[in-house]
């Protein structure tokens, strides 16, 4: 094999793992050594076509004469010169750059190019999108050719609103396959090329040239567009970001295939067509936002499907990341788990979406409380090559919640320098502001308060209202003793899914900056809110007796029976309320089960004779308060209180041993000196 030879194949592996900038670098270089080989200005002109620069692609053509690819390269110059001349023709401009080029490709070109054009149908399938579609036709409307619109069963003005833009109308019996009736769309297409858009869709305009640009090249069997998903109605700081081919040759034979996720790339990579990206094909999707999945039911839909999928599929790693991300943004964590885990056991070492599953799957493992798993994982994930930010970060989290709070800084630095690839799948939020908000929590930790306070406001600067930095911000405030904000933040945090607790840490800083009654009323809604919460319901009694609400006190403890209670002291507390609402024997009843819940409790006993005193039950009190006694032998309030019982029961010697043990205990008790010296004098 000569040198040339090695070159070329060299060049061809390059070119077989997309890289071709690499490979173009290499064949340029060469032949500026071999500048009169065939074959290498055929390779050099060929790797200009696939980057985008015919015009130098020109130059080599007549020197590649004699080559096996010279007919391949003049063939492509010839079909792009020709579909530069519609595009010109179609945009009514003259075209003089290209006049002379044209020219010398005709010398070696002859025939007409077949199978090729300009023409551009914009294909959809539908069913009740009368919400969005005007939307999406008229992002599309000033540069396509015709809109073909496939209805699968729509009883609103869908139908009517696509009649308004002109389309051509189909109609397809749904079967829970978006393949077939996507594929019923391009049967319906006239054009050269397909644009593949769903109602819920809007093509971004600052596209528009590049669009045009990319149908003038027939070499590229499809164009990657970058989907950016908006999560959140008008927060557009929350999306979640793809590529997918939605522009594309339609090619006899050449169909999408998958029942969700469609896909139209495996025909192409079969029959060996390349396909490249259009750096401003943007399109934006806000299907994904909470009232359209509802509306539609779109997350239990797609789960449905997925898991179909998979049970015909099970080696497809590919609809195993789909499924994870599905139960990934319905939140269902432990099946997110499951279907990452089955997918990184499939998964290929290039496959585009291995970042994104390496993500889902650390972020849910987390999430379950198993972080050190998680950077076993995230270790997995750089050494198949995934080291983009997505696996960065979750390794910073994975830190943090182990509490490495140093590894976890250095780690999120390395994610806030790192870049975010077109073509990289996954949160972009990551980027924009996620980072920020774990930044602040880790400085947090490290008692660097002021620098994590300028890391969430970096964060909130971008999504106002995130609720994750709404609680970071709250943590931060708590630590610094900026309890009324702390409180404020936590209570804004609360009614987000997976932040309830945040209402018990509202309740929990109440306490601490003193607001009793506040805290009271937190404690109280977190447990109404959730009735299996008893931290809930403990703080709210505790809030209730610190501020003598006995009322409030009353209602806690009839929300959860006597039954559920553990602490004999909360009994107590209760038969203490009752008391103040003249309830003797519902207090008696209580002071009961708290001895019996925890016979060692002296406080239960001394309470329950204190109350049978008052009612003058001189001799049972007697009979507990002893038994109090003897489980605190040291408290003097209890020896003059059983002093008392004697006394009123004409027990003199007994008054009198009782009032005697109060005033070793405590000498001053005034009551003691006095009550003793009366029995004495009665004696």
Partial sequence: MSEVQKIIKKAHALVADFEYGAAQQLLVEASKKYPDDADMNAEVGLIYCFGQKEFEAVEHLPKSVGSKRHHLLATTLRDYFYCRKKMAAKMGVDDPKAEKPRKIVEKFAKGKPEGIGVKLSACLIVKNEEKHLDRCLASVKPIVDEIVVVDTGSIDRTVEIAEKYGAKIGHFEWCDDFAAARNESLKLATGDWALWIDADEELDSNGFSQIREGLMRPQFAGYYFQIINFMEAEKEANTYVHTAIRLFRIIPGVWFTGRIHEQIIGGFKERGYVPATLTKGVIKHYGYQHASMVEKDKINRTINMLRREVEESPKEPFHWFNLANAYSVASMTAPAEEAARKCVELIDGDAPYGPAIYQILCSSLITLGRASEALLFNNRAIAKGYDTILNEFERAHAYFELGRFEEALESIDKTMAMDWPLSLTGDFGIKKYKSHVLKCQILTGLHRFEEAQEAVECALAQHPDFPMALFAKAKLCEKMGQLDEAYDLFLLCAPTAGLEICRLFAG???????????????????????????????????????????????????????????????????????????????????????????PENANAYFNCGDLLYKLGHYQEAARVYELGLHRDTQNAQAWFALGNCFACMNVPAGAKTSYAQVLVLAPDHEGAKHNLEAVSEAA
């Fill in 508 to 598: 929990r800083v109440a306490v601490a900056a003193g607001r009793r009654q506040d805290a009271m009323l937190v404690f109280r809604q977190a447990w109404y809110e959730n009735r299996n919460d008893l931290n809930a319901w403990q703080g709210w009694v505790s809030a209730c007796n610190e501020i003598g609400d006995h009322d409030e006190y009353i209602t806690a403890c009839e929300q959860i029976g006597e039954d559920q209670i553990a602490s004999s002291d909360i009994l107590v507390n209760w038969g203490r309320a009752l008391e103040t609402k003249s309830d003797a024997e519902g207090a008696l009843h209580k002071y009961g089960l708290a001895i019996n819940r925890d």
